[in-house]
T-cell receptor
Framework: NAGVTQTPKFRVLKTGQSMTLLCAQDMNHEYMYWYRQDPGMGLRLIHY???????AKGEVPDGYNVSRLKKQNFLLGLESAAPSQTSVYFC????????????FGPGTRLTVT | GEDVEQSLFLSVREGDSSVINCTYTDSSSTYLYWYKQEPGAGLQLLTY?????DMKQDQRLTVLLNKKDKHLSLRIADTQTGDSAIYFC?????????????FGKGTKLSVKP
């Protein structure tokens, strides 16, 4: 099993450009999450999904959109990137909703200039 | 609202014990977790404790939970240089509206030879 994978690993964007981060998991987990990690801020939840076709807002959803068209994939989109979105983005998945272990991907380091 | 607090840095000598502390605010927490993040990597679950327990031991790791004071600690015995990492405390709340783990900002553990 690959667990949770994220693509790309690194990306540099100019302000105003758009991009999509892909998260895939092969553990048949229902729940998937997108977090951002900033220095001194810990992890903050952007959006999450409780199943295929469903998404919900987390703590810091503004400027991001998500889609869960397939159970194994959770996409995070930035329509018009801003320097404030420079961060490391982590995807995670879990079998139950916040009741037990979340499995994390290796992260995507995004720089917006 | 929910909040998880940790000290940001801890430095110990190889072979000593490390104790990382965490406080949380939500008394309805069901599980409390310790995650480890090595440089450039995602978060890896180290151990967890259910809220009706007060201690859990797993090899070199000991978790202590004081539910009255909402205080959680992680003790690493015989700390090694490979234990150098950022350690995140997290709580989950059954039925929480956001469906996520609430993370602390992380404690950076530095182990000196």
């Amino acid at each position: 099993n690959a667990g949770v994978t994220q693509t790309p690993k690194f990306r540099v964007l100019k302000t105003g450009q758009s991009m999509t981060l892909l998260c895939a998991q092969d553990m048949n987990h229902e729940y998937m999450y997108w977090y951002r990690q900033d220095p001194g801020m810990g992890l903050r939840l952007i959006h999450y999904s409780v199943g295929e076709g469903t998404t919900a807002k987390g703590e810091v959803p503004d400027g991001y959109n998500v889609s869960r068209l397939k159970k194994q994939n959770f996409l995070l989109g930035l329509e018009s990137a801003a320097p404030s979105q420079t961060s490391v983005y982590f995807c995670a998945s879990s079998f139950v909703l916040a009741g037990h272990e979340q499995y994390f991907g290796p992260g995507t380091r995004l720089t917006v200039t | 609202g929910e909040d998880v607090e940790q000290s940001l840095f801890l430095s110990v000598r190889e072979g000593d014990s490390s104790v990382i502390n965490c406080t949380y605010t939500d008394s309805s927490s069901t599980y409390l977790y310790w995650y480890k993040q090595e440089p450039g990597a995602g978060l890896q679950l180290l151990t967890y404790i259910f809220s009706n327990m007060d201690m859990k031991q797993d090899q070199r790791l000991t978790v202590l939970l004081n539910k009255k004071d909402k205080h959680l600690s992680l003790r690493i015995a015989d700390t090694q240089t490979g234990d150098s990492a950022i350690y995140f405390c997290a709580e989950s709340i059954f039925g929480g509206s956001q469906g996520n783990l609430i993370f602390g900002k992380g404690t950076k553990l530095s182990v000196k030879p």
